[in-house]
């Protein structure tokens, strides 16, 4: 079966610290995005790409990057980690057109 | 105004009840609209989609869309307490060519037994 992966589910790192979210997904989807969720902020778009080398900003991209270079894999990057960067972050792939984003399982992130 | 607004909760209903979860939007987003469901601890998963004005019923769920009020619902008849979850309200976001999903926070629906 299809599946969208996240790793790694849990980390904690500390504050100036470069991290990276893996995501990686079987669907053969062009379109992938990495959401953010934090109480009372909801879901928020931080990076999206709609293809290989194709990436674009979302709500909140400050302090993240990402690279696609390949259909598979959307790796997000915390260049220099703050504990304002501290969340559950989601990445999702599929048709926003029609709704249909399948969500990996979530990466919980603590910046001490 | 945020794009996407719901009413953050929580709600609490009774078990057969019918729960009301609400979500307004701007004029910044499209007219299609989803509700996804999240489960606590876990991904938030696509229960309906609505995209002209009126009803649209999926079994015991039914999305609602009023487009002069800038409204959408979503109702759950005879709710069961295994629809206890947050219910995300989305609306499709044109930015960029195949779009993009913008949420409102989300509101925490309890269905007591």
């Known amino acids: 079966d299809a599946e969208i992966t996240q790793s790694p589910r849990h980390k904690i790192t500390e504050t100036g610290r470069q991290v990276t979210l893996a995501c990686h997904q079987t669907?053969?989807?062009?379109?992938m995005f990495w959401y953010r969720q934090d109480l009372g902020h909801g879901l928020r778009l931080i990076h999206y790409?709609?293809?290989?080398?194709?990436?674009n900003k979302g709500e909140v991209s400050d302090g993240y990057s990402v690279s696609r270079s390949n259909t598979e894999d959307l790796p997000l990057t915390l260049e220099s980690a703050a504990s304002s960067q501290t969340s559950v972050y989601f990445c999702?792939?599929?048709?926003?057109?029609?709704?249909?984003?399948?969500f990996g399982e979530g990466s919980r992130l603590t910046v001490l | 105004q945020k794009e996407v607004e719901q009413n953050s909760g929580p709600l609490s209903v009774p078990e057969g009840a019918i729960a009301s979860l609400n979500c307004t939007y701007s004029d910044r987003v499209s007219q299609s609209f989803f509700w996804y469901r999240q489960y606590s601890g876990k991904s938030p998963e696509l229960i309906m989609s609505?995209?002209?004005?009126g009803d649209k019923e999926d079994g015991r769920f039914t999305a609602q869309l009023n487009k002069a009020s800038q409204y959408v619902s979503l109702l759950i008849r005879d709710s069961q307490p295994s629809d206890s979850a947050t219910y995300l309200c989305?609306?499709?976001?044109?930015?960029?060519?195949?779009?993009?999903?913008?949420f409102g926070k989300g509101t925490k629906l309890s269905v007591k037994p």
């Open positions: 790409s709609y293809g290989v080398q194709d990436t």
């Open positions: 609505i995209y002209s004005n």
């Open positions: 989305a609306a499709l976001n044109y930015g960029g060519s195949q779009g993009n999903l913008i």
């Open positions: 669907w053969n989807h062009n379109n």
């Open positions: 999702a792939s599929g048709t926003p057109g029609t709704g249909e984003l399948f």
